[in-house]
């Protein structure tokens, strides 16, 4: 036996990524919640090529939770996003700081957050401080963010999420898989 006689595995590819959907569940995103699944669903059709996994939290009266930890599972996924409720205030910096808090358990060598609102916080004394602040450690932490503005740009805190993370705005009729899949490709870089 001969060492060209040996072989060896490679796994060829790039990076995990992991996109983490911080979805508003507020009274205000009735509409726009519709539009936000279906996306979702399409990235956990996309997670088990690309090697990437998903997750979302929901963020709507006093806190948020998440909904699907890091996951490539289409089925458990489809479950939890099609019974999302959606009611009450909107706790945007506390949807922000889950998608931290996931970021930081998962660790993952790529990362995007997807923050789907309308920027309407109003369940905090502070809220734009208070945003700041949670889309600033979101930036320490790497995360390429996707702010999809479903809402009145000139009423909500959309672009202070966009200033404070160094994100980007995104339209909520232009938010599809392929844009997602777009960021995660520059966060990649």
Same mark, same amino acid.
């Given at each position: ?29 009735r509409g726009p919640m519709r539009a936000a699944k279906g996306v ?5 059709? =996309?997670?088990?090529?690309? +090697? ?8 709507? *009266? ?24 959606? @009611? ?40 734009? %401080?208070?945003?700041?602040?949670? %889309? ?12 999809? =503005?479903? @809402?009145?740009?000139?009423? *909500? ?9 160094? *994100? ?10 392929? +844009?997602?899949?777009?960021?995660? *490709?520059?966060?990649?870089?």
């Amino acid at each position: 036996v001969e060492s060209r006689d040996l072989r060896q595995s490679i796994n060829a590819g790039s990076a995990s990524a992991l996109v983490v959907f911080a979805v508003d569940a507020s009274a205000s995103m009735r509409g726009p919640m519709r539009a936000a699944k279906g996306v979702a669903l399409d990235l956990l059709r =996309d997670a088990y090529q690309h +090697r990437d996994e998903i997750a979302v939290v929901a963020f709507a *009266g006093d806190d948020a939770d998440v909904l699907v930890p890091p996951t490539d599972s289409v089925a458990l996924a489809a479950r939890h996003l099609k019974d999302l409720p959606t @009611g009450d205030r909107t706790p945007l910096p506390a949807g922000l700081r889950a998608a931290d808090d996931v970021l930081s358990r998962a660790d993952p060598d790529t990362s995007v957050v997807v923050v789907v609102t309308d920027g309407q916080a109003n369940a905090t004394d502070t809220p734009t %401080a208070a945003t700041r602040t949670a %889309a600033s450690a979101l930036a320490e932490r790497g995360a390429h963010v996707v702010v999809v =503005d479903a @809402g009145d740009n000139a009423r *909500g805190l959309t672009s202070d999420i966009v200033d404070a993370a160094d *994100g980007e705005r995104v339209p909520l009729d232009a938010l599809s898989a392929d +844009r997602v899949e777009h960021a995660v *490709g520059q966060a990649r870089k």
